[in-house]
C-alpha cells in the first residue's frame, strides 16, 4: 500500500514570503501522480498542482511549483509571495492504478499566513 | 452548474438512526468515491466505483453501505449510526484512464451524531 507522509502539521509564513511544504511518500510503483490540493475554512477541496511521476520538470502553476525528486520519494509544494488567501489545510496526494484511480492523502499542512 | 453536488451539507442526528447522504456528477466522469475526514482533517478513502463496479472497499464497517444507481450517482446510507461516525464525508468524481486529470470533491457533509 501507498504511504504519503506530511510532517509539518502546521506552518506559518508572513504575507509576500515564500513558504515550503515538504512531503514524502512510499511506493513500489513506477507510474503514478501526485497531487497538492487545498481546503480552505469553506472545506470545499480545491486542486493546486500536479505532477506525472514521469515527467522529470518539476510542474509550476503560478506561485505555486514543486520539487519532485523521485529517487528519494519526495514532493514539496513552494509558496511564493504568499498571500493572505493561501491560509489553508494542504494536502499533498498520490494516485496510481494500483490505488484503485483513488487519491491517497497525507495528513495534512494547516497554513497561516500573517501580514 | 455544480459540478459534484451532494446533500445535505450537514446532518445531525441521534445514534441508532438509518441516514443517506446522496451525491450526483455532471461530469462525465466514469468513477466516484467516498472519503471520510475525521476531526484531526484526515481525508481517508472509503469506497470507489468505476461504471458502477465497486473496485475500493477499505476498512469499512458493512453499516455503510454505497449505493450506484448509474454512473452519475454514488449515495452513501449508513446503518445504526453510532457517535464514531461523526466527521465529514466527501464524494468525489473523475476520470479514472486519465489519473492525471483533477478530481473533484463535493462540498462535504457534516455528519453529527448525538
Known amino acids: 500500500a501507498q504511504t504519503v507522509t506530511q510532517s509539518q502539521p502546521e506552518m506559518s509564513v508572513q504575507e509576500a514570503e515564500t513558504v515550503t511544504l515538504s512531503c514524502t511518500y512510499d511506493?513500489?510503483?513506477?507510474?503514478?501522480?501526485l497531487f497538492w490540493y487545498k481546503q480552505p475554512p469553506s472545506r470545499q477541496m480545491i486542486l493546486v498542482i500536479r505532477q506525472e511521476a514521469y515527467k522529470q520538470q518539476n510542474a509550476t502553476e503560478n506561485r505555486f511549483s514543486v520539487n519532485f525528486q523521485k529517487a528519494a520519494k519526495s514532493f514539496s509544494l513552494k509558496i511564493s509571495d504568499s498571500q493572505l488567501g493561501d491560509a489553508a489545510m494542504y494536502f499533498c496526494a498520490y494516485r496510481s492504478v494500483d490505488s484503485g484511480y483513488a487519491l491517497n492523502f497525507g495528513k495534512g499542512t494547516s497554513l497561516l499566513v500573517t501580514p | 452548474d455544480t459540478a459534484v453536488s451532494q446533500t445535505p451539507k450537514y446532518l445531525v442526528t441521534q445514534m441508532g438512526n438509518d441516514k443517506s447522504i446522496k451525491c450526483e456528477q455532471n461530469?462525465?466522469?466514469?468513477?466516484m468515491y467516498w472519503y471520510k475526514q475525521d476531526s484531526k482533517k484526515f481525508l481517508k478513502i472509503m469506497f470507489s466505483?468505476?461504471?458502477?463496479?465497486?473496485?475500493i472497499n477499505e476498512t469499512v464497517p458493512n453499516r455503510f453501505s454505497p449505493k450506484s444507481p448509474d454512473k452519475a450517482h454514488l449515495n452513501l446510507h449508513i446503518n445504526s449510526l453510532e457517535l464514531g461516525d461523526s466527521a465529514v464525508y466527501f464524494c468525489?468524481?473523475?476520470?479514472?484512464?486519465?489519473?492525471?486529470?483533477?478530481?473533484?470533491f463535493g462540498q462535504g457533509t457534516r455528519l453529527t451524531v448525538v
Open positions: 461530469l462525465g466522469h466514469d468513477t
Open positions: 466505483y468505476n461504471n458502477k463496479e465497486l473496485i
Open positions: 468525489a468524481s473523475s476520470r479514472a484512464e486519465a489519473m492525471n486529470t483533477e478530481a473533484f
Open positions: 511506493t513500489s510503483e513506477s507510474d503514478y501522480y
